[in-house]
């Protein structure tokens, strides 16, 4: 079955960096979009970033955009986030997720659709 296994999550100070990186495994992974999201406790889980399949198209949330970088390696089965410039307001518990289908068109933003999800890293940025 497919497997979402993330790492890298910890505690910054703000204005650090971190690197999540998301290891794929039970399917062709080059040929599925990948997205990153975040939650934090009483919020509903929203969208970071995502990338599609063939890594030629990205879709950053405004308030990441300019500080995250999404990118992927298909032949390491890999998607990761360069992150930069952290704020407090970035903690949360980072996920990895994947559509259950090959999806054409443009990258998909709601959780509602992606099937396949890791088990979430925890980010905290102290200030």
């Known amino acids: 079955q497919v497997q979402l296994v993330e790492s890298g999550g910890g505690l910054v100070q703000a204005g650090g960096s971190l690197r999540l990186s998301c290891a794929a495994s039970?399917?062709?992974?080059?040929?599925?979009?990948m997205a990153w999201f975040r939650q934090v406790p009483g919020k509903e889980r929203e969208i970071v970033a995502s990338?599609?399949?063939?890594?030629?198209?990205?879709y950053y949330a405004d308030s990441v955009k300019g500080r995250f970088t999404i990118s992927r390696d298909n032949a390491k089965n890999t998607v990761s986030l360069q992150m930069n410039s952290l704020k407090p307001e970035d903690t949360a518990v980072y996920f990895c997720?994947?559509?259950?289908?090959?999806?054409?068109?443009?990258?998909?933003?709601?959780?509602?659709?992606?099937?396949?999800w890791g088990q979430g890293t925890q980010v905290t940025v102290s200030s």
């Open positions: 997720a994947s559509p259950g289908f090959q999806t054409r068109g443009s990258l998909k933003l709601a959780s509602t659709e992606y099937e396949y």
């Open positions: 990338i599609r399949w063939s890594g030629d198209s990205t």
């Open positions: 039970g399917r062709t992974f080059s040929s599925y979009d």
